[in-house]
């Protein structure tokens, strides 16, 4: 559940995904049980539940070794730590930053086979300047 109020909802474009789409989704794109997968904008954590149990009935042993994320908001980070506590490790895997801002040397790995999410509806007049640039760096490259 979001807890933040709309104001702060439309700052962040935080809109979680239900869980019956991301298990969907994460049906649909996870085919093996070795793939990384990266959630660029985790939020509630509703993609990692998915992928997790989706790995898990591909046979897969420890899917959490395979789940990596980013989010600008801490509190997703509060969401991921209450529903994973001592289950999953987050050094070098979870990422509290901008997405666009990320370098692939951060994680553990830097490649991905499937990357899942909902991405955050942010009208560009709510961007900073820094997140404007970081867009128009990224479409240019």
């Known amino acids: 559940m979001n807890p933040h109020s709309l104001p702060k909802k439309k700052e962040l474009g935080a809109y979680y995904t239900p869980p019956e789409l991301s298990k969907v989704l994460a049906d ?3 085919q093996s049980t070795n793939e990384d997968i990266l959630e660029p904008s985790f ?3 509703g993609f990692f539940e998915s992928s997790i149990a989706r790995l898990r009935e591909l046979g897969c042993s420890e899917p959490e070794k395979q789940i990596y994320g980013v989010d600008i908001d801490e509190h997703a ?3 991921l730590d209450s529903k994973f506590v001592n ?3 987050k050094k070098k895997r979870f990422i509290l930053k901008d997405f666009i801002q990320v370098n692939s040397s951060e994680f553990l790995t830097n490649e991905f086979n499937v990357v899942l999410g909902n991405p955050p509806y942010v009208s560009m007049h709510n961007m900073t ?3 404007r ?3 128009d760096k990224v479409l240019r490259n």
Request: charged share 15%; with cysteine.
């Open 133 to 135: 640039k970081s867009c």
């Open 43 to 45: 939020g509630g954590c």
């Open 77 to 79: 980070f509060q969401i």
């Open 87 to 89: 289950y999953i490790d």
């Open 129 to 131: 300047n820094e997140q």
């Open 28 to 30: 649909w794109a996870i």
